[in-house]
């Protein structure tokens, strides 16, 4: 389990949920385009909302908001000190939003894999 960022959390989101709402879309639309075609741009475009998934399923439980960073100089001594404080840790209590992004997760990867079978398999 990795530490992320509230930012980073916020910017994963909104990559991930949107691909989630435009798979379920798609799946009650119909394309006018060949299979293959179709199938070869939504596998490409499904692979940015795969890698924040699995960013969001990794975040782990720990939420940590902006760090502060100071800088102190020691004229005598010849000594740079840094100190970092997090200001603000969210921590979440359900553990199922973990689980829900690795459910989701899988979902997109095998959605990806789907429609790589169908570019192979299916002719023109």
């Known amino acids: 389990m990795s530490e992320v960022s509230i930012i980073e959390l916020i910017v994963y989101a ?16 119909e394309s006018s385009g060949t299979a293959s075609k179709v199938s070869v741009v939504k596998a490409i475009w499904i692979i940015v ?9 990794s975040a782990g439980a720990q939420i940590n908001g902006p760090t502060e960073t ?3 100089y020691n004229v005598t001594a ?14 979440l209590v359900n553990p199922v939003w973990i689980t829900l992004h690795w459910l989701l997760f899988t979902v997109l990867v095998l959605y990806f894999m789907w429609n790589m079978l169908r570019l192979f398999t299916q002719r023109e």
């Open 14 to 29: 909104l990559i991930g949920y949107p691909a989630i709402i435009f798979l379920v879309a798609s799946t009650f639309h």
């Open 49 to 57: 909302p795969i890698i924040a998934m699995y960013m969001l399923a």
């Open 70 to 72: 100071t800088l102190n």
């Open 78 to 91: 010849n000594l740079l000190t840094s100190n970092s404080t997090v200001t603000e840790t969210i921590t």
